[in-house]
């Protein structure tokens, strides 16, 4: 009898421990491409929160007696096993695990609609075991040494304390936890806990499968547990009924009806560079040769608040002033805007696409541009060929490159976006692909790197345009090209004061971003209007002929080319440029927290 008890005991154990292993080899798994191979090894504190992890979803054993202990075990054990493999595989296709949200929020799922079976040989190590545990327990059974008798296990009373014990004892770990990294900062930031992660891979490798489930359904329960604030809605109809200057139409109007529109969203891009030279050299170019066949402008600001990059998508696609105190992209993903950019371009005929050369939901941009923008065709990583690294990521050269082949299989008239990554900061160039003759304090200065960067994607963008033009596709294409966000002034402004270039052209942080509209013979004209990225949705769709009462209710920015307006506004309600009455100053103050009560009311879903 005690023999057997002993190897029930050693069986249980047995189980928790390959379940435990179970779970590494999937955080493993994250630090892969494709997930299919184990390429990284989890620090000391993930490995004791998973530790803790499964021995919750263990601990109820305890309620049981021996053999219903071993049941328990097994039962947890098969789920947990066949909830892995689903996991994988889904991830595999879309880069995050099922989840909860999918019952609420249905356009977020599988939105590279790729397959969800998507097996490789490392998964077997899922299931290995499962063969094993059954057929111990058909031999247990078939000569009757899986019983329990009246003299076997612990009293019923001691089994309740024992799990209720337990279980205290690990929510205890976790609240304690918590409070020594999120409050205390026991390790200076290094680790999260129940933190919001700018991907899903990120959070699966500090809270694992079962933790990600968690939070997530957390999450997602307290969006739909949210109710929409009546009187904030009434208050954001009235803004954006106010934001209708309702002027009469002038020759921009339809002027680009038709064309095919690229977007071209410039990592890091700061105005001042433009039309400018160091040691007698332009730092771009193309641009400045460009501009001579566009429509520039002359007066936009960065309008990113909580987040940068994907604030910028967002305030594109959608014209919406984004959160300050969250990035929105990862805690508002799931909110529709119906009039979103390329949601009416689809209605007025267009093929429309979004691409990174990223994880599909890294700032859950994916999401973003299939749920709330309603983009039809996206390609991530997966559809690139990653041949040539260069600072951030994929080089400008070979996404350039690569996007050009994508494009081409669009159905004209098509809208087609994507981002540049060399001119990530730091900066961090490849010294072969340095062109600009700098002194040597300049070049190891962030200053002198950034202009590398600058100068050597500007040459690639060139390159780009000329590729559209042997391809037949710039005579009826309009090139948008703008910055995302500030660059070396937003993050290194301390580091290259002093970098030994004379003048101070290259010092003041001004927010400025270029904003350009190139079509191949256009005579260029410069705009000096104030505005910003929200503003960019209307002007381009006013080009395009696009009636505005399909639009001018679900937006907060304004057509900078039918504008009487004479200010614009930017993070921290900064007003850039001089209102033109009270009225107009305080409709500009009021926007972030109207872009705040469209968000979180998810009012035009």
């Known amino acids: 009898m005690k023999n057997r008890i002993k190897m029930n005991i050693a069986c249980l154990w047995l189980i928790f421990f390959v379940a435990f292993l179970k779970n590494m080899l999937f955080i493993g798994l994250m630090y892969s491409s494709n997930a299919d191979s184990v390429r990284g090894i989890s620090n000391w ?29 097994i039962i947890i054990d098969t789920i947990f096993s066949i ?6 595989w889904y991830y595999r296709a879309s880069w995050t695990l099922y989840s909860f949200k999918y019952l609420f929020f249905d356009g977020m799922f599988n939105v590279f609609n790729r397959s969800l079976i998507n097996p490789c040989p490392v998964d077997l190590l899922f ?25 076997t296990g612990r009293p019923v009373v001691i089994r309740i304390i024992e799990g209720v014990t337990a279980i205290a004892l690990i929510i205890v770990f976790f609240v304690v ?9 026991v390790g200076n930031g290094k680790y999260n806990l129940a933190d919001t992660y700018w991907s899903p891979h990120a959070e699966i490798k500090e809270m694992g499968p079962l933790g990600f489930h968690f939070l997530e359904a957390r999450k997602t329960m307290s969006k739909v547990s949210r109710k929409q604030n009546k009187t904030e809605i009434a208050k954001a109809e009235q803004w954006i009924k106010d934001n209708d200057e309702n002027l009469p139409d002038n020759k921009y109007f339809g002027m680009f009806k038709g064309k095919n529109v690229i977007f071209l969203q410039l990592e890091s891009y700061e105005a001042f560079v433009l039309n400018q030279k160091v040691n007698g050299q332009e730092i771009t170019p193309t641009l400045n040769k460009l501009m001579k066949n566009s429509i520039n402008f002359t007066n936009i600001y960065e309008q990113n608040n909580g987040g940068n990059s994907i604030d910028c998508d967002i305030m594109v696609n959608a014209s919406m002033y984004t959160l300050g105190q969250s990035i929105t992209g990862l805690t508002n993903e799931e909110v529709v805007f119906k009039g979103a950019l390329p ?42 060929k990653i041949d040539e690294l260069v600072g951030f990521g994929l080089s400008d050269k070979s996404v350039f490159n690569q996007f050009r082949q994508k494009i081409k299989t669009l159905k004209q008239p098509f809208s087609a976006f994507t981002v540049t990554l060399t001119t ?33 994607s500007d040459k690639q963008l060139g390159k780009f345009v000329e590729n559209l033009d042997k391809d037949g596709l710039l005579d009826n294409t309009v090139i948008v090209m703008y910055g995302d966000h500030g660059g070396v002034h937003k ?59 399909e639009y001018q209710n679900y937006i907060m920015g304004r ?12 993070k921290n309600n900064e007003i850039i440029g001089t209102p033109s009455s009270e009225a107009e100053k305080n409709h500009l103050l009021n926007a972030y927290d109207i872009g705040r009560i469209i968000i979180e009311n998810n009012m035009f879903k």
């Open 559 to 570: 057509n900078l080319l039918n504008t009487k307006r004479t200010a614009t506004i930017i």
């Open 83 to 88: 909830l892995l493999i689903l996991d994988i």
């Open 424 to 456: 990530h900061g730091p900066f961090d160039l490849n010294e072969e692909l340095k062109e600009l003759n700098l002194s040597k304090k300049l070049d190891e200065n962030l200053l002198g790197k950034y202009f590398q960067a600058i100068h050597y």
């Open 127 to 151: 299931i290995i075991d499962l063969p094993v545990i059954y057929f111990i327990l058909y031999k247990k059974l078939k000569n009757g040494s899986f019983k329990d008798n009246e003299n």
């Open 343 to 384: 949601r009416i371009l689809g209605k007025y005929g267009y093929t429309t696409a979004a691409t990174k050369a990223e994880k599909g939901l890294d700032w859950n941009w994916g999401e973003l541009h299939k749920n709330a923008f309603g983009v039809q065709n996206l390609w991530d990583e997966k559809t690139y």
């Open 45 to 73: 504190f993930v490995i004791m929160v998973q530790l803790f992890i499964i021995a919750l979803i263990f601990a109820p054993a305890l309620f049981f007696r021996n053999k219903g202990k071993i049941l328990y075990c």
């Open 491 to 549: 993050y290194y402004n301390d580091k290259i004061q002093d970098c030994g270039l004379e003048g101070d052209w290259w010092k003041p942080y001004d927010h400025k971003i270029p904003f350009m509209i190139y079509s191949k013979g256009f005579e260029g004209v410069n705009i000096d209007s104030y505005g910003g990225q929200t503003d960019f949705y209307p002007t381009i769709a006013y080009l395009l002929g696009i009636d505005k009462s």
């Open 177 to 185: 936890t918590q409070y020594e990294v999120e409050v205390k900062q």
